[in-house]
């Protein structure tokens, strides 16, 4: 049995430059701030609301989990809780050139989330019944993930 993807939307998300809280004993800390985004899709629409994170951190075997919380507001005013698990990582310099401004195409590096949404009962509470992956991509100091449900 193959599941099949359902595309939810996509997501493109401004973000400040990140804050590094140095080493850990799980590796080095850093904090980004999620400033402002957009997501559109088939069935749901809106903007990302100011005040959410992604709470990085840089294993010493260079790949970054990403620990990410942030509120959707729908266009018509509905409020949806998204906490992102995910890790990206890349041979070579990749991401320095990704910092340093390059945009790359995705398949040079590996991107991948897996939101989990919290919706009100109504319209969108079918997000909180379902298991959704994303690709991602990582401009500079914007984001875009394409969202998929597994069906």
Same mark, same amino acid.
């Given at each position: 049995?193959?599941?099949?993807?359902?595309?939810?939307?996509?997501?493109?998300?401004?973000?400040?430059?990140?804050?590094?809280?140095?080493?850990?004993?799980? /590796?080095? *800390?850093?904090?980004?701030?999620?400033?402002?985004?957009?997501? *559109?899709?088939?069935?749901?629409? /809106? =903007?990302?609301?100011?005040? /959410?994170?992604? !709470?990085?951190?840089? *294993?010493?075997?260079?790949?970054?989990?990403?620990?990410?919380?942030?509120?959707?507001?729908?266009?018509?005013?509905?409020?949806?809780?998204?906490?992102? *698990?995910?890790?990206?990582?890349? +041979?070579?310099?990749?991401?320095? +050139?990704?910092?340093?401004?390059?945009?790359?195409?995705?398949?040079?590096?590996?991107?991948?989330?897996?939101?989990?949404?919290?919706?009100?009962? /109504? %319209?969108?509470? !079918?997000?909180? +019944?379902?298991?959704?992956?994303?690709?991602?991509? +990582?401009?500079?100091?914007?984001?875009?993930?394409? =969202?998929? %449900?597994?069906?």
């Amino acid at each position: 049995m193959t599941p099949n993807l359902e595309f939810v939307f996509e997501l493109n998300a401004d973000l400040s430059p990140a804050m590094d809280l140095g080493p850990t004993p799980a /590796g080095f *800390r850093r904090i980004i701030d999620i400033v402002s985004g957009t997501f *559109r899709g088939p069935l749901l629409q /809106g =903007v990302v609301l100011p005040g /959410g994170a992604d !709470w990085q951190i840089i *294993r010493s075997d260079d790949v970054t989990e990403l620990h990410a919380h942030y509120i959707l507001s729908t266009d018509d005013a509905v409020l949806i809780q998204v906490n992102v *698990r995910g890790l990206r990582h890349a +041979r070579g310099d990749a991401l320095a +050139r990704i910092e340093a401004g390059e945009i790359l195409d995705p398949s040079e590096y590996y991107f991948r989330v897996a939101p989990i949404f919290q919706a009100p009962e /109504g %319209r969108y509470s !079918w997000l909180n +019944r379902s298991i959704f992956i994303g690709l991602g991509q +990582r401009m500079q100091r914007t984001i875009c993930l394409k =969202v998929f %449900r597994i069906a």
